[in-house]
């Protein structure tokens, strides 16, 4: 380290209470509660605040304006604010990459510098050869909120193809570049979403899939109709090829993908976000000539598990599968005779879960997660083993990359305390080494990971890391940050954070805690955490909260929660059931409402792990903890510190302006709530640089003077 860090809360702790003083005058904005009463299945439910939806009106707008003032007020007032600002981009400024993609002898890669807003993409001959910028995003806006969402080079490396985001939005616009000449084409692709670029092998166009053009406000219009079509270099968008759509499947996802031999092309059919999916494909005959309106094969229609294609052997393709096997088997079809009794086993189904799986240099890769972490076992195509990949260490190994035809794998492995590094493995020589890592400023010496296991109300283990300073005293007194997601089939792994760094910098102990929803364990573990089950979720995230405080890793005073998206769902449930429980809660993103998240954008796809309110026997179990209609007034809720940003067409910035509307009505003590609405961002993906610095300062800032540090009392 350049310098060394004392936690700020020791020796500004005066500043601490004199800030939380002035929280108690903070006067919010007033927030006009209207008498809609919407009745459902024979309950009548208050809406007060729907007019916040509309976050196109000029009411809504003067009351962001006016919300932000307030938030960025109190935060201003805050000395500690600008120490963390300072630290965070000091920590930020470390040069990265991504792990490169290769076609035709071609390497495209990722690479920061350290601040700026979006990585620059670049392009090499060759493994050794000098690198040359193919694509800096930061050209393509001046405040880089424009951001490339999807990218994919062109088998015969002729022509690179991307798609942009642009202020957070999931609309994607796709465009596409001459390698050579660094000009981009006049071709231009809208209103994708959710889509993958699938190149044919004869580099004359590609796969992809969008919705039709939205007729109303396309940040919160409901997105329904996917359908993959296929676009010729140089025709305009009006003359693509229509591939496939079903009119009587409105709420299907389509997904591309084209194999290494270029022979066929996958569609994938999923039904909301649900991981069982639909696989068909075309033949596309002669690599060299698709035929790009062959007929459509249905090969798997039925919907009952998950499938995923690694690649093929002629007509014979590789699967990934939770097919009878909830943990995920690889099995082999043979097109020629594809029933399910012919069907062969490769791998089977072992104690641990299969997470993703690759075929390179004619082994398969799979990536397992025992117990959350990663652990890499190599197979011949036959299914015997062929050894495992040396990890470095405790950690997550993620972005595999590889081709049948090479003897070279890429991936990248990150833990909480080391930022991703780049790795290469040489599978004929079985050699595993760093391709690009970076270097850091900060002292990943002073810490520890550790797991831990909990038991959850029903009995349940529940797995959770902590990372904390070494020879850390379990004495109460460490403010602890507890973060979790659980949800959609996601498995929460090992990851490095700038603004974690800058927390353990600041004292703090992080736990990430792996609940059921997620993928852990499977499907089992993410069905347990789904429909009626989903207060099992919440009552593992209280359980691991309980569990930090009687083993005395902290107190409720020093206890924080934070999750976004579903995540933070888990957070507004969590702080609504057990307020006593924390003192700050940091719901970024949330889905709030879940009585109306399916009326807007995709909402409706989240059915299948949440149900819908149009039902009358989900309807019950969303009533009973969705965040917004469970703030009780007259009740003390923890200091809240609401996130959100107004180009959110994911989940809708209205979740988050009316949770916080009602829990400013609602609030008892003076424990502060607070939103924070970003500009010209959304979900999460894609946000500068610049952006992210600014929002951990403060949500660190929040956080720390809401919480009372230095020693517990012990009377």
């Known amino acids: 380290m350049s310098r060394q860090w004392i936690p700020f809360f020791l020796v500004t702790s005066a500043m601490i209470t004199a800030e939380s003083a002035a929280a108690q005058k903070l006067t919010y904005p007033p927030t006009k509660a209207s008498d809609v009463v919407e009745t459902l299945h024979g309950t009548r439910v208050p809406d007060p605040y729907r007019w916040l939806e509309d976050t196109n009106s000029a009411e809504t707008g003067e009351w962001v304006t006016a919300q932000n003032r307030t938030t960025f007020g109190l935060l201003e007032r805050l ?12 920590l930020w400024n470390f040069e990265r990459f991504g792990v490169p993609d290769k076609e035709a002898g071609l390497y495209v890669f990722a690479r920061n510098t350290g601040l700026q807003n979006q990585s620059v993409l670049y392009i090499q001959r060759g493994a050794d050869g000098e690198p040359r910028e193919l694509l800096d995003p930061n050209r393509l806006s001046e405040d880089g909120t424009v951001a490339l969402a999807v990218t994919s080079l062109a088998p015969d490396g002729r022509y690179f193809a991307y798609a942009t985001a642009s202020g957070g939005s999931d609309w994607n616009e796709i465009h596409v570049r001459e390698v050579d000449t660094l000009r981009d084409l006049p071709d231009i692709v809208r209103w994708a979403k959710f889509s993958f670029i699938s190149w044919t092998k004869d580099g004359k166009g590609f796969f992809y899939a969008r ?18 079509y296929y676009h010729v270099l140089g025709t305009p968008q009006e003359q693509d090829i229509l591939i496939y759509r079903r009119p009587d499947q409105p709420d299907w996802f389509m997904g591309t993908q084209v194999s290494e031999d270029g022979r066929y092309l996958l569609i994938y059919n999923y039904r909301g976000t649900d991981p069982k999916n639909g696989l068909y494909y075309v033949d596309l005959g002669d690599p060299a000539a698709p035929k790009v309106d062959a007929p459509i094969v249905r090969l798997l229609d039925r919907f009952d598990a998950q499938y995923t294609f690694l690649g093929n052997v002629g007509t014979v393709f590789y699967l990934q599968t939770d097919n009878a096997a909830p943990r995920r088997r690889i099995i082999a079809i043979d097109t020629d005779d594809a029933a399910p009794a012919r069907w062969r086993a490769v791998v ?6 299969i997470e993703t799986s690759v075929i390179a240099g004619d082994r398969l890769v799979l990536a397992y997660l025992e117990d959350a972490k990663s652990r890499v076992r190599l197979f011949r195509l036959d299914g015997q083993p062929a050894g495992e990949l040396p990890l470095p260490g405790i950690g997550y190994a993620t972005e595999f990359s590889g081709k049948r035809s090479d003897s070279e794998l890429f991936y990248a492995f990150s833990s909480f305390l080391a930022p991703a590094a780049v790795y290469r493995y040489d599978i004929a020589a079985s050699r595993n080494e760093v391709h690009r890592a970076p270097t850091l400023t900060f002292d990943t010496a002073a810490y ?12 349940t283990r529940v797995p959770m890391f902590i990372t904390h300073r070494k020879g850390i005293e379990l004495d109460s007194s460490h403010p602890t940050l507890l973060y979790a997601y659980g949800g959609f089939n996601i498995s929460l792994t090992p990851f490095f954070s700038p603004a974690n760094a800058v927390w353990l910098e600041q004292g703090g102990v992080l736990a990430v805690a792996n609940l059921r929803g997620g993928g852990e364990y499977g499907e089992q573990w993410h069905l347990a955490g789904t429909l009626d089950r989903k207060q099992n979720v919440f009552d593992d995230f209280i359980a691991g909260a309980e569990y930090l405080i009687q083993e005395r890793w902290t107190s409720p005073e020093r206890l924080a ?14 702080m609504t059931q057990r307020p006593d429980l924390f003192a700050v809660a940091l719901p970024d993103v949330g889905v709030l409402d879940m009585l109306r998240f399916h009326k807007f954008t995709i909402g409706w796809a989240w059915a ?57 009505a609602a609030q008892s003590c003076d424990r502060p709530t607070l939103i924070r609405i970003e500009t010209r961002a959304g979900h999460g993906a894609g946000k500068p640089v610049s952006k992210q610095i600014e929002e951990a300062a403060d949500l660190w800032a929040f956080t720390l003077a809401n919480m009372r540090l230095g020693k517990p009392r012990t009377d």
């Open 79 to 90: 000395p500690v604010r600008d120490t963390l600002r300072q630290r965070l981009t000091e």
């Open 608 to 664: 299948s792990d949440y149900g819908s309110a149009d039902d009358a026997n989900a309807f019950r179990w969303l009533r009973a903890y969705s965040p917004l209609h469970n703030i009780q007034a007259g009740t003390c809720y923890p200091a809240t510190f609401v996130t959100t940003a107004d180009h959110d067409d994911r989940v809708v910035p209205g979740h988050s302006f009316k949770f916080a509307a009602a829990l400013q």
């Open 348 to 353: 089977p189904e072992a104690k641990d879960v």
């Open 211 to 228: 919705f039709p053009q939205p007729t109303g406000d396309q940040l919160l219009s409901e997105n329904r109709n996917h359908a993959v």
């Open 561 to 574: 929660i934070q999750g976004s998206s579903n995540g933070g769902l888990l957070v507004g449930a969590t």
């Open 448 to 459: 520890e990971t550790r797991q831990v296991f909990y038991t959850s109300k029903d009995g």
